[in-house]
């Protein structure tokens, strides 16, 4: 596919937003300090990504990173996956987060559906961390021991990771809003020793007991042996563990004492589902996340210490970590625990005008739902000190940009970006040197070195191709838990274009050097920004007696809105009625989350699958897309050629 109309000029920097912005200072120090001096984005770009040594080198000298021993080589190993970087360098997350302490302005503004904005001081935040940390010290938590949270996006779960952060116990989260299932099949993966949790939790207007949960979640994790219980009420007895309520263990002052760690000791646990086996519990280490993170909150989101930093988030996805994270270069974070829909589409531009918010972030589809509410976030809270918007999670249509640019202030920049889990950072964001084009990111991230390949490894411009990193990134994952040997890491990644890590995106290059995603290319689900495995929605349907076998695509494509259907193969003489289907999707919301009920259910006579069984995901998903069948499968590889009909009829009917 190329793409060769012009899209609309949208926005362009003043030259007081470029003076001002934390990527020219950057390009001034490295003028200064290094004697580099770079015309423009473009020619910074190509030599952050030729020269991977220099680099990185000149982020950790600008930011200035506090380290308790020195590096002795910024990157001795450099192969993919394996790289080695920093080596001999300690230091720690929590470091780098209270070297901004000051009284001068908050650490943290939140709100909730029940909570009226309040906000949490920098000491304060400083004493319950050390408070918290001496508690699991006290419990006998260790370096590398694993502390898990099913928790949402409150302070108290900020506290609690920062404290185990501190300590060198490495940390996860799973939001309340994900089913059991999904929980435990994350945290049974890495064996914790203690649990955070909430009792109890206030969604879309809706107060939620999670006692039953909590006792599920106790039973189901035996190597669970101490329960931390944060803030809420529960009207089910406690599970019969050690339980520590948070209010007593805050009570108790403790000098926060932060552990020296290698750069590359492990941080924390995220997991990135693919289409077969448990969800990927991914590892990613100290040092990678901060120099990473801190590069792409300052350069590429323009964050510093005077700004007021809102991204809206759950626990359970990659960006409650990077609005965490704007505590490493003195931002306020602001956070909302609630529905972004109750009671209307108003609630959180309410709150950005609220927090004052200079930075409000939210996923793609957030923005689309606004349109279509009809939302005036002008007319609903003061906006004046609003100067970015944020972007990601799926594509941004162009209608969305344009909607954004009419709604507010023109003077907003807008950043799109587009990253992942996998690898705690973006591949592609924004630039605030650079004017903004409908539909189009504006630039690959310093230090990535992102290209579109086709199936043969051929590197294009202005068509659409597998988004692929070309040199490695400090914050690429350190391993996968419990794969021995790094099979399973391998093959997520590597086993397209062997020593090139493979995204799963479709990428186009603009001739200006921007980038669009126009979705996943491989079989993952993208729910609202959310990825989750084919096979977690599979264990959840096929457990049901009446189903034999079944199928799920996402039909997410840039401009178009989410639609998922899933394909369900039922027991000779049944018939899918409503019933049927409500009990289906009442089983993916239990298991799984409400959020992956796909948007309608078909039966099918049977699911395509190759030779060796696998179903066909990729080839059904490009035939529902509009791709001809006989260009996306080969019916030689086929068990069952003759099943792919229904499906070629059906993206037929679809597009008609």
Same mark, same amino acid.
């Given at each position: 596919?190329?793409?060769?109309?012009?899209?609309?000029?949208?926005?362009?920097?003043?030259?007081?937003?470029?003076?001002?912005?934390?990527?020219?200072?950057?390009?001034? @120090?490295?003028?200064?300090?290094?004697?580099?001096?770079?015309?423009?984005?473009?020619?910074?770009?190509?030599?952050?990504?030729?020269?991977?040594?220099?680099?990185? #080198?000149?982020? @950790?000298?600008?930011?200035?990173?506090?380290?308790?021993?020195?590096?002795?080589?910024?990157?001795?190993?450099?192969?993919?996956?394996?790289?080695?970087?920093?080596?001999?360098?300690?230091?720690?997350?929590?470091?780098?987060?209270?070297?901004?302490?000051?009284?001068?302005?908050? /650490?943290?503004?939140?709100?909730?559906?029940?909570?009226?904005?309040? $906000?949490?001081?920098?000491?304060?935040?400083?004493?319950? *961390?050390? #408070?918290?940390?001496?508690? &699991?010290?006290?419990?006998?938590?260790?370096?590398?021991?694993?502390?898990?949270?099913?928790?949402?996006?409150?302070?108290?779960?900020?506290?609690?990771?920062?404290?185990?952060?501190?300590?060198?116990?490495?940390?996860?989260?799973?939001?309340?809003?994900?089913?059991?299932?999904?929980?435990?099949?994350?945290?049974?993966?890495?064996?914790?020793?203690?649990?955070?949790?909430?009792?109890?939790?206030?969604?879309?207007?809706?107060?939620?007991?999670? !006692?039953?949960?909590?006792?599920?979640?106790?039973?189901?994790?035996?190597?669970?042996?101490?329960?931390?219980?944060?803030?809420?009420?529960?009207?089910?007895?406690?599970?019969?563990? %050690?339980?520590?309520?948070?209010?007593?263990?805050?009570?108790?002052?403790?000098?926060?004492?932060?552990?020296?760690?290698?750069?590359?000791?492990?941080?924390?646990?995220?997991?990135?589902?693919?289409?077969?086996?448990?969800?990927?519990?991914?590892?990613?280490?100290?040092?990678?996340?901060?120099?990473?993170?801190?590069?792409?909150?300052?350069?590429?989101?323009?964050?510093? %210490?005077?700004?007021?930093?809102?991204?809206?988030?759950?626990?359970?996805?990659?960006?409650?970590?990077? $609005?965490?994270?704007?505590?490493?270069?003195?931002?306020?974070?602001?956070?909302?625990?609630?529905?972004?829909?109750?009671?209307? @589409?108003?609630?959180?531009?309410?709150?950005?005008?609220?927090?004052?918010?200079?930075?409000?972030?939210?996923?793609? /589809?957030?923005?689309?739902?606004?349109?279509?509410?009809?939302?005036?976030?002008?007319?609903?809270?003061?906006?004046?000190?609003?100067?970015?918007?944020?972007?990601?999670?799926?594509?941004?249509?162009?209608?969305?940009?344009?909607?954004?640019?009419?709604?507010?202030?023109?003077?907003?920049?807008?950043?799109?970006?587009?990253?992942?889990?996998?690898?705690?950072?973006?591949?592609?964001?924004?630039?605030?040197?650079?004017?903004?084009?409908?539909?189009?990111?504006?630039?690959?991230?310093? !230090?990535?070195?992102?290209?579109?390949?086709?199936?043969?490894?051929?590197?294009?411009?202005?068509?659409?191709?597998?988004?692929?990193?070309?040199?490695?990134?400090?914050?690429?994952? &350190?391993?996968?838990?419990?794969?021995?040997?790094?099979?399973?890491?391998?093959?997520?990644?590597?086993?397209?274009?062997?020593?090139?890590?493979?995204?799963?995106?479709?990428?186009?290059?603009?001739?200006?050097?921007?980038?669009?995603?126009?979705?996943?290319?491989?079989?993952?689900?993208?729910?609202?920004?959310?990825?989750?495995?084919?096979?977690?929605?599979?264990?959840?349907?096929?457990?049901?007696?009446?189903?034999?076998?079944?199928?799920?695509?996402?039909?997410?494509?840039?401009?178009?809105?989410?639609?998922?259907?899933?394909?369900? *193969?039922? =027991?000779?003489?049944?018939?899918?009625?409503?019933?049927?289907?409500?009990?289906?999707?009442?089983?993916?919301?239990?298991?799984?989350?409400? =959020?992956?009920?796909?948007?309608?259910?078909?039966?099918?006579?049977?699911?395509?699958?190759?030779?060796?069984?696998?179903?066909?995901?990729?080839? *059904?998903?490009?035939?529902?897309?509009?791709?001809?069948?006989?260009?996306?499968?080969?019916?030689?590889?086929?068990?069952?050629?003759?099943?792919?009909? @229904?499906?070629?009829?059906?993206?037929?009917?679809?597009?008609?």
């Amino acid at each position: 596919m190329t793409e060769t109309a012009d899209p609309a000029l949208l926005w362009t920097p003043t030259a007081e937003r470029i003076q001002r912005s934390q990527l020219h200072r950057f390009m001034t @120090w490295l003028r200064q300090e290094r004697g580099r001096d770079f015309p423009d984005y473009d020619s910074l770009w190509r030599w952050s990504v030729s020269d991977l040594e220099g680099f990185w #080198a000149a982020v @950790w000298d600008h930011f200035e990173l506090k380290s308790y021993k020195p590096y002795d080589k910024v990157l001795a190993k450099r192969e993919m996956p394996g790289a080695q970087w920093f080596t001999g360098a300690e230091l720690n997350f929590v470091d780098q987060v209270f070297r901004h302490e000051t009284a001068a302005r908050p /650490a943290i503004l939140y709100s909730s559906e029940t909570q009226p904005l309040k $906000q949490m001081a920098w000491a304060g935040l400083r004493e319950q *961390v050390g #408070a918290m940390a001496a508690h &699991l010290r006290s419990l006998g938590v260790k370096r590398g021991d694993r502390v898990v949270a099913y928790a949402p996006n409150t302070p108290e779960t900020i506290v609690a990771f920062l404290a185990v952060a501190s300590i060198g116990a490495i940390w996860s989260v799973c939001s309340p809003d994900m089913g059991l299932n999904a929980v435990l099949d994350r945290f049974r993966q890495i064996e914790p020793v203690v649990l955070f949790a909430v009792p109890s939790s206030h969604y879309n207007g809706k107060h939620l007991d999670k !006692g039953d949960v909590l006792a599920q979640l106790i039973a189901e994790l035996p190597t669970v042996k101490n329960l931390i219980l944060m803030p809420g009420e529960t009207q089910q007895a406690l599970p019969k563990v %050690p339980t520590a309520r948070w209010a007593e263990v805050t009570a108790k002052p403790a000098e926060l004492k932060v552990e020296p760690v290698p750069f590359d000791h492990p941080l924390w646990v995220v997991y990135s589902s693919g289409t077969t086996g448990l969800p990927k519990p991914i590892v990613h280490g100290h040092g990678g996340v901060v120099i990473v993170i801190m590069l792409m909150t300052a350069l590429h989101n323009d964050l510093g %210490p005077n700004d007021i930093f809102h991204w809206y988030s759950s626990t359970g996805w990659i960006m409650w970590n990077a $609005q965490v994270a704007g505590l490493l270069v003195g931002a306020t974070i602001a956070i909302y625990d609630g529905s972004p829909s109750w009671p209307d @589409w108003n609630r959180l531009w309410q709150f950005v005008g609220e927090t004052k918010a200079t930075f409000f972030g939210a996923g793609a /589809a957030f923005y689309a739902n606004c349109q279509k509410a009809g939302v005036e976030p002008r007319k609903m809270a003061d906006l004046s000190a609003l100067r970015t918007i944020g972007s990601t999670g799926s594509p941004l249509s162009e209608d969305s940009y344009a909607w954004i640019y009419d709604k507010l202030d023109k003077s907003v920049w807008l950043t799109s970006i587009s990253g992942g889990t996998d690898f705690a950072g973006a591949f592609v964001a924004g630039c605030v040197l650079l004017p903004v084009y409908a539909g189009e990111m504006q630039v690959r991230c310093l !230090g990535a070195d992102i290209q579109s390949l086709d199936d043969h490894g051929k590197s294009l411009t202005d068509e659409v191709g597998e988004l692929v990193c070309a040199s490695p990134l400090p914050s690429m994952p &350190l391993f996968l838990w419990n794969d021995e040997g790094g099979k399973r890491y391998h093959d997520s990644y590597f086993d397209m274009y062997p020593g090139v890590w493979r995204h799963g995106d479709w990428l186009r290059i603009t001739p200006r050097g921007g980038a669009i995603i126009y979705g996943r290319s491989d079989a993952t689900i993208n729910r609202y920004g959310l990825r989750m495995g084919t096979s977690e929605i599979y264990r959840a349907v096929e457990e049901l007696p009446e189903v034999l076998d079944s199928l799920i695509v996402d039909l997410e494509y840039l401009g178009r809105d989410s639609y998922m259907p899933l394909f369900v *193969v039922l =027991r000779p003489g049944l018939t899918l009625d409503a019933a049927l289907k409500d009990r289906i999707n009442q089983a993916i919301r239990k298991a799984v989350s409400a =959020r992956f009920v796909p948007n309608d259910i078909f039966q099918v006579a049977e699911v395509p699958r190759t030779l060796s069984g696998k179903k066909l995901e990729v080839p *059904v998903k490009k035939i529902l897309l509009g791709q001809p069948a006989e260009k996306v499968s080969n019916p030689g590889t086929m068990a069952n050629p003759g099943s792919l009909a @229904w499906f070629v009829d059906f993206a037929k009917q679809r597009a008609a």
